[in-house]
């Protein structure tokens, strides 16, 4: 059975420094795509950052890339230089079968001046 | 741009009462619609998969016949809560994938109150 694990439930940073979110993943498909989305308290869930699971290139979409370690079936969240506005709700999420998500239980991020 | 739209975006009701739930891609065609329910400080959990023009498919220990789906048109899909109960109170989110796309766009959310 796939399983999204995030085993922080809370991470705190400084402003303008970098933090690492983590996720691990199990799955049995030879095919499967991992995102990171965004929820902050008014609770629009925001698209990050994709990562399949065929990409040779770790994804990178601004100042979010994704460490994505495929022998270890991790895919980390790296924010880098953060700033007040990031301070939110991160899920972690998975492809089941071809088009359902399964979400990890999330990480509540606090950026601090 | 994707779009998606959720109406009502917080409702409040009585006990064995129905709630209904619209769900809008605006700018692009779903063939896909998903409902989740998220309970305070929980994560998403995926209730059901609408395809247009079909039945729904729902996740296993949700209740079919307590939430009605339909996906009438490749732009809305609605869930209607019937009989709601206080333990029904949750975040529902919904989200829609272009056909040919793996992302899926999420709207805004629903909360449901009910008293």
């Known amino acids: 059975a796939q399983k999204i694990t995030q085993t922080q439930p809370g991470m705190f940073v400084q402003e303008k420094e970098a933090v690492t979110l983590d996720c691990t993943y199990d799955?049995?498909?030879?095919?499967?795509?991992l995102f990171w989305y965004k929820q902050p308290s008014s609770g629009e869930m925001i698209f990050l950052i994709y990562?399949?699971?065929?990409?040779?290139q770790n994804a990178t979409e601004g100042r979010y890339s994704l460490n994505f370690q495929k022998a270890r079936k991790s895919a980390n969240l790296v924010i880098s230089a953060s700033q007040l506005g990031d301070s939110a709700m991160y899920f972690c999420?998975?492809?089941?079968?071809?088009?359902?998500?399964?979400f990890g239980t999330g990480t509540r991020l606090q950026v601090f001046p | 741009g994707a779009v998606v739209s959720q109406h009502p975006s917080w409702v409040i009701c009585k006990s064995g009462t129905s709630v209904k739930i619209e769900c809008r891609s605006l700018?692009?065609?779903?063939?896909?619609m998903f409902w989740y329910r998220q309970f305070p400080k929980q994560s998403l959990m995926l209730m059901a998969t609408?395809?247009?023009?079909?039945?729904?498919?729902?996740e296993q220990g949700v209740e079919k016949d307590k939430f009605l789906i339909n996906h009438a048109s490749l732009t809305l899909s609605t869930l209607t809560v019937t009989s709601a109960h206080p333990e029904d109170s949750s975040f529902y989110i919904c989200?829609?994938?272009?056909?040919?796309?793996?992302?899926?766009?999420f709207g805004p959310g629903t909360r449901l109150t009910v008293l």
């Open positions: 989200s829609a994938r272009k056909q040919g796309n793996n992302e899926q766009f």
């Open positions: 799955t049995s498909d030879p095919s499967y795509g």
């Open positions: 990562q399949g699971s065929y990409d040779q």
């Open positions: 999420a998975m492809t089941r079968g071809p088009d359902k998500l399964i």
């Open positions: 700018d692009f065609q779903a063939t896909t």
């Open positions: 609408s395809n247009e023009g079909s039945k729904a498919t729902y």
